[in-house]
């Protein structure tokens, strides 16, 4: 089992960025998919972007691409997602998941994944 701790989120203005981390422990020897999934109050959890546990694909919803990115660092345990040109509407508790299927393709859906962080606060102000 992987445990994983995200962090980076807080409060900023519209037009700016921020990078969260996610950071993983336990299990690590095995290798995940990681994903990042959001809620926002009053919807359901969606998924946002992630990158297969091989490193060699990524994927990202179409509301955040061209803005938000998953750089690709030596780091081996942790994962980070870059949100650039944020927007009110990204307003919500972003989550780090993990997937240990080792499938070809990042799942969407984000009842697929298996291990979950407690979440972090992202507020972007108008």
């Known amino acids: 089992q992987v445990q994983l701790v995200e962090s980076g989120g807080g409060l900023v203005q519209a037009g700016g960025s921020l990078r969260l981390s996610c950071a993983a422990s336990g299990h690590t020897y095995r290798s995940y998919t990681i994903g990042w999934c959001r809620q926002a109050p009053g919807k359901e959890r969606e998924f946002v972007a992630g990158?297969?546990?091989?490193?060699?694909?990524?994927d990202f919803a179409d509301a955040v691409k061209g803005r938000f990115t998953i750089p690709r660092t030596k780091e081996k345990n942790t994962v980070y997602l870059q949100m650039n040109n944020l927007k009110p509407e990204d307003t919500a508790i972003y989550y780090c998941?993990?997937?240990?299927?080792?499938?070809?393709?990042?799942?969407?859906?984000?009842?697929?994944?298996?291990?979950w962080g407690q979440g972090t606060q992202v507020t972007v102000s108008s």
């Open positions: 990158i297969t546990w091989s490193g060699g694909s990524t």
């Open positions: 998941a993990a997937d240990d299927a080792r499938g070809v393709l990042v799942p969407t859906i984000p009842r697929e994944y298996d291990y």
